[in-house]
């Protein structure tokens, strides 16, 4: 996938795990929220085998973005959801949406794959505008009110559930 400015959508290959281990560390360095730690978050997932979905934005050859997606357990036991995250766009190529092409990415890729659905944890305008919204029946535990939102893909409905993260987002 690419766009009249430059930008390449595609898949993570190998040669591009240290540049996105960079490109995490300093997207989310002066972020107040962050625990800085997104980068191992990623490396964790990767080496799990739990990097269900990394996409990378590419730029005259290189990475200026990237978004991952994993496997999410639900407390009901419903099957196919998954969580966005980290989403990392370098400082210098913010405000072009390639964040919001990313993410776009990313979801059209749990579809094609079937899945039930997806949940993030994030700035809730961005995510809003990307078909996400807060549900206050499927809940991420100590999670600030509207931060922890979801989609559903098709005609599935939201479940009532709690959702917990790979044990990578925990490690810290």
């Avoid at 730690?37 to 973005?65: K, W």
């Avoid at 980290?86 to 094609?112: F, K, M």
């Avoid at 961005?126 to 600030?144: D, K, Q």
Wanted: with cysteine; hydrophobic share 45%.
């Amino acid at each position: 996938m690419s766009a009249a400015d430059g930008i390449v959508l595609r898949a993570e290959t190998d040669a591009d795990i240290d540049a996105i281990e960079v490109l995490t560390l300093v997207a989310f360095f002066e972020v107040e929220h962050s625990r800085h730690d997104e980068q191992r978050i990623v490396a964790a997932l990767r080496a799990d085998g739990a990097l269900a979905v990394s996409r990378v934005a590419e730029h005259e050859g290189y990475v200026v973005g990237h978004a991952a997606a994993s496997p999410v357990t639900l407390s009901d036991g419903t099957p196919g959801w998954y969580g966005l995250g980290p989403v990392s766009v370098g400082p210098g190529h913010r405000r072009r949406g390639i964040g919001t092409r990313l993410v776009g990415a990313v979801l059209d890729e749990l579809r094609a794959r079937g899945a039930a659905g997806c949940v993030v944890l994030g700035d809730p305008a961005f995510y809003r505008r990307c078909g996400f919204h807060a549900e206050p029946g499927l809940v991420l535990p100590g999670a600030p009110p509207g931060c922890f939102q979801a989609i559903a893909f098709g005609d599935r409905l939201l479940p009532l559930a709690e959702v917990e993260y790979h044990p990578a987002f925990a490690a810290g």
